[in-house]
């Protein structure tokens, strides 16, 4: 059973970085895309961006300019952080395992496994 | 980017119900497409992908149906744990995005 379990600083002042490590225990690490998705309060959820095992990364353009996704597969970790915070960024922060499918000779996604989440507040 | 459109934002339904929500992509994204559920507190959890198989573990009263633009997820006779907040989202292209969800209501 592949749990994922996240940590960081939940309380930032403006300017500061976020900085979120989410860890794969009870499964493998590599052959997949590993998320990172974020949700104001009271709002929908919002794609950051994703990693896999090799470090290759696709962010979202709006983010793009200042968010970085590492790994560590020594660790089976990722992480994210996200740079020069606003009250913006504040909201819950959740990592994901993107699982691919075969379905008719072509390969379909979903986020089947989720971190707990973590609650970042941007405050002064 | 692709827009995702859920219809409708929010609604009340009944246990027994057979309720049905819609997602609208901006443009063709084939059946590349994701729902989930997401209850107050909680990670979302993945219902469906490729816009019609059904996640290991999920009841077979959910379904869903579609490709290209239009996408349908049915609920066919509601039970109380269905009450939640289920979002549609794209995997056609990047950046992925998501509705802005669906909010099902206890009447």
């Known amino acids: 059973q592949v749990q994922l379990q996240q940590w960081g600083a939940g309380l930032l002042k403006p300017s500061e970085t976020l900085s979120l490590t989410c860890a794969v225990y009870?499964?493998?690490?590599?052959?997949?895309?590993w998320s990172w998705i974020r949700q104001p309060p009271g709002k929908g959820l919002e794609w950051i961006g994703e990693?896999?095992?090799?470090?290759?990364?696709n962010y979202n353009p709006s983010l793009k300019s200042r968010v970085t996704i590492s790994v560590d597969t020594s660790k089976n970790q990722f992480s994210l952080k996200l740079s020069s915070v606003t009250a913006a960024d504040t909201a819950v922060y959740y990592c994901?395992?993107?699982?691919?499918?075969?379905?008719?000779?072509?390969?379909?996604?979903?986020?089947?496994?989720w971190g707990q989440g973590t609650t970042v507040t941007v405050s002064s | 980017a692709i827009r995702m459109t859920q219809s409708p934002s929010s609604f009340s339904a009944s246990t027994g119900d057979r309720v049905t929500i819609t997602c609208r992509a901006s443009q063709g994204i084939s059946s590349y497409l994701a729902w989930y559920q997401q209850k107050p507190g909680k990670a979302p959890k993945l219902l469906i992908y490729a816009a019609s198989t059904l996640q290991s573990g999920v009841p077979s009263r959910f379904s869903g149906s579609g490709s290209g633009t239009d996408f349908t997820l049915t609920i066919s006779c509601l039970q109380s744990e269905d009450f939640a907040t289920y979002y549609c989202q794209q995997y056609y292209s990047y950046p992925r995005t998501f509705g802005q969800g669906t909010k099902l209501e206890i009447k």
């Open positions: 990693i896999n095992h090799s470090g290759s990364t």
């Open positions: 009870g499964g493998s690490f590599s052959g997949y895309y």
């Open positions: 994901a395992r993107v699982a691919s499918a075969l379905v008719t000779d072509r390969y379909y996604y979903g986020m089947d496994v």
